[in-house]
């Protein structure tokens, strides 16, 4: 199987071999493994200490473990990831169809276990951060009529999700890269060096500073679709920022704004993966210590065979000076 860094963001160069025996025997990467950067380096160490508590406290974890590495080893997973990528990556009708019921029926699976679409009476409302093709904003909003409801989501024409939410719905959703949210990050115009190979992109303020929703969903995942090469110069191997840090961008954007905006007691849903992973633990850890329960669900219905799970963080005090500090981290990253 093609090896890739252990949280699938860029691929590899810059750190080198780092020889990993209790990384790959666990199937988090394979033999070929680099850590694209140092900081990465960083967090594979301290996921080695995790890695090794749970393997020697988990007989499912061993289990699990077990199966990964064979993964690894398998043609057919190679070809069953494939065929899961040729899907993700077709925009069709169809496909797009499909996939917004799929979104739908895991928004009523996490629903039923968790409750987390649930909202307090009017006036409440639902921010979600990637929202198309829009299965988890329709659940909201069916199972909350009339709340407000506001969606943002990459724009197909550059390579996103279509909106597929009905005609009475639709006009919630704002397309645009969230990457680029820089005025709702705090990042001042004078901030930004006229020579960025995004300068042109970043974005004006989309969210007032007091907007604050009941419910927010954290559920983008990078697209390979999406033209990310601004800056990268012609040489075969060459990289920039967002090759580089595109998952911590998209990730911490999500996680940054969600909370910023998320009323004192309401509910925010994210998209995780590997339990087991150094920054997948600590984000886990900063909402529990702001949240009356946080609560993780693989959902049944998809996900079954990735690494990816929901955190489902409720009774979140959103004002506590935690969630402040979680916010000024995440905007730093
Ligand atoms: C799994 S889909 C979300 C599905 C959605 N929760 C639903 O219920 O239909 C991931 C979404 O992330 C969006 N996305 C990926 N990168 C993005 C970015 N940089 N800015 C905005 N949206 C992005 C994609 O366009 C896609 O709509």
Known sequence: MKDISIDSSSQDGGGGPIHDETLVRVGLCGPAYQASHLAQRETDEKTKEVVKYVLAEAEEFRTLSELRRKGWESSDGDKAFQEQRKRADNLDKDVSEFNYKLMGRIAEELHRVTGAFAMPPRPCGVLDLCAAPGGFLNTAMRLNPGCRAVGFSLDPAEGGYSNLLSPFRRRCMKFLDVTMLAADMGVADDDIPADHPDAAKFLPRQLAEAD???????????????????????????????DLYELYRLKYVQLALGLEHLRPGGTLVVLLHKA??????????????????????????????????????????????????????????
Request: charged share 25%.
């Open 212 to 242: 604050a929703f009941d419910l927010v969903l954290c559920d983008g995942h990078i697209l390979r679709t999406q033209d990310r090469s601004a800056g990268r110069d012609a040489s075969p191997n060459s990289k920039n920022y967002r």
């Open 276 to 333: 087991e992973t150094w920054t997948t633990l600590c984000t886990v850890r900063r909402l529990a210590r702001i949240s009356r329960q946080v609560r993780l669900h693989k959902p049944r219905v998809s996900h079954t065979t990735r690494s990816s799970f929901y955190l489902v963080a409720q009774g979140v005090d959103s004002a506590h000076p935690e969630a402040a500090a979680a916010v000024a981290k995440w905007k730093a990253v």
